[in-house]
């Protein structure tokens, strides 16, 4: 199951008396090539991101700043993430449900990814999820 190879991603963290400094390398920081990297923001706090997966697509999921949830589901088991803190990072393997909720007022959701933008990647239905998920096992 995906669902069992989501993970947190510990990043690195240099201590500064000047401030903080987190950073990512491409395969160095996330088990896949970075393609892509789009961030979400604005979202009015408490609010829900409608959820979907990918059929190929890997995933980091960083909270630059605020917080919020990510709810992961594999059709069968869920399991919710919760992300405050800028030097962890969440893997999201191809095929796993993801919702993310529970925003905080002012968060940054920073996403990392494996393929560039493809609508054809994308599964918006759980059901059809389900359906797809239950074939590979």
Same mark, same amino acid.
């Given at each position: ?30 088990? $896949?090539?970075?393609? !892509?990297? +789009?961030?979400?923001?604005? =979202? /009015?706090?408490?609010?829900? *991101?409608?959820?979907?997966? #990918? ?25 919710? $993430?919760?992300?405050? !803190?800028? +030097?962890?990072?969440?893997? =999201? /393997?191809?095929?796993?449900? *993801?919702?993310?909720?529970? #925003? ?34």
């Amino acid at each position: 199951m995906a669902l069992n190879k989501a993970k947190i991603i510990e990043l690195p963290k240099i201590c500064d008396r000047r401030g903080n400094l987190s950073f990512i390398q491409n395969q160095t920081h996330v088990p $896949f090539d970075i393609a !892509r990297v +789009y961030w979400i923001y604005d =979202v /009015p706090g408490g609010q829900y *991101r409608d959820g979907h997966a #990918f059929r190929s697509q890997h995933e980091l999921i960083v909270a630059l700043s605020g917080s919020f949830d990510v709810v992961l589901k594999d059709g069968n088991e869920t399991k919710r $993430f919760h992300m405050s !803190r800028s +030097y962890y990072g969440l893997y =999201v /393997p191809p095929l796993t449900w *993801r919702e993310i909720d529970n #925003f905080s007022t002012n968060s940054v959701a920073l996403v990392l990814s494996s393929t560039t933008y493809n609508e054809n990647d994308y599964i918006r239905d759980f059901n059809e999820f389900k359906a797809i998920s239950n074939e590979q096992e």
